[in-house]
T-cell receptor, first 114, second 111 residues
Framework: AQSVTQPDIHITVSEGASLELRCNYS??????LFWYVQSPGQGLQLLLK??????LVQGIKGFEAEFKRSQSSFNLRKPSVHWSDAAEYFC????????????FGRGTSLIVHP | EAQVTQNPRYLITVTGKKLTVTCSQN?????MSWYRQDPGLGLRQIYY???????DKGDVPEGYKVSRKEKRNFPLILESPSPNQTSLYFC??????????FGQGTRLTVV
């Protein structure tokens, strides 16, 4: 069965600082990988996705993620965090054995200090 | 506009009173799913559907039912809600690649 681990429950950064959110996955084949963001009181919005090809993926809002097969990781990065980036971030793996429904990590809550 | 619509957004009910949360998508997706979100537990899948009349249990199906009579609709049914089903619920639909589109969520309180 596929699984996703986000080892950090909370991350606190200062505005303007760089950010890296970790994501490790377990999957039998090359997975599809996603990062979603959930702002307070909102649903989840897709930040970026990796299907194949270039392992460095650019997303919206200045985010990027790098797929590292050898480490089974798909870490999310941003060079300079803005206060509006404070949110919950979810890493996801898909599909699940043909069901095409993604599996989500438990999420990382990002706190941004002014 | 491509969207997933859930209703209601907020619901307070009493233990044992049957309720239905509706979910509709306009993207002609075959795949739909329901999640619940609880503090510290992330998103947990309740049920999913790969097509009309095809549904299957997710990780936490107990106490829930679903149906998929039409491609666009995937209602979540709580036949006898209990307080431990107080949660934030999300419906999602997805392409074959697994990219999910989420509704705005339904915050359910069972007293």
């Amino acid at each position: 069965a596929q699984s996703v681990t986000q080892p950090d429950i909370h991350i606190t950064v200062s505005e303007g600082a760089s950010l890296e959110l970790r994501c490790n996955y377990s999957y039998g084949a090359t997975p599809y990988l996603f990062w979603y963001v959930q702002s307070p009181g909102q649903g989840l919005q897709l930040l970026l996705k990796y299907f194949s090809g270039d392992t460095l993926v650019q997303g919206i809002k200045g985010f990027e993620a790098e797929f590292k097969r050898s480490q089974s990781s798909f870490n999310l990065r941003k060079p300079s965090v803005h206060w509006s980036d404070a949110a919950e971030y979810f890493c996801a793996v898909g599909p699940r054995g043909g069901s095409y429904i993604p599996t989500f990590g438990r999420g990382t809550s990002l706190i941004v200090h002014p | 506009e491509a969207q997933v619509t859930q209703n209601p957004r907020y619901l307070i009910t009493v233990t044992g009173k049957k309720l239905t949360v509706t979910c509709s998508q306009n993207m002609n997706h075959e795949y739909m799913s329901w999640y619940r979100q609880d503090p510290g537990l992330g998103l947990r899948q309740i049920y999913y559907s790969m097509n009309v009349e095809v549904t299957d249990k997710g990780d936490v199906p107990e106490g829930y039912k679903v149906s998929r009579k039409e491609k666009r609709n995937f209602p979540l049914i709580l036949e006898s809600p209990s307080p431990n089903q107080t949660s934030l619920y999300f419906c999602a639909s997805s392409f074959e690649d697994g990219e999910a589109f989420f509704g705005q969520g339904t915050r359910l309180t069972v007293v």
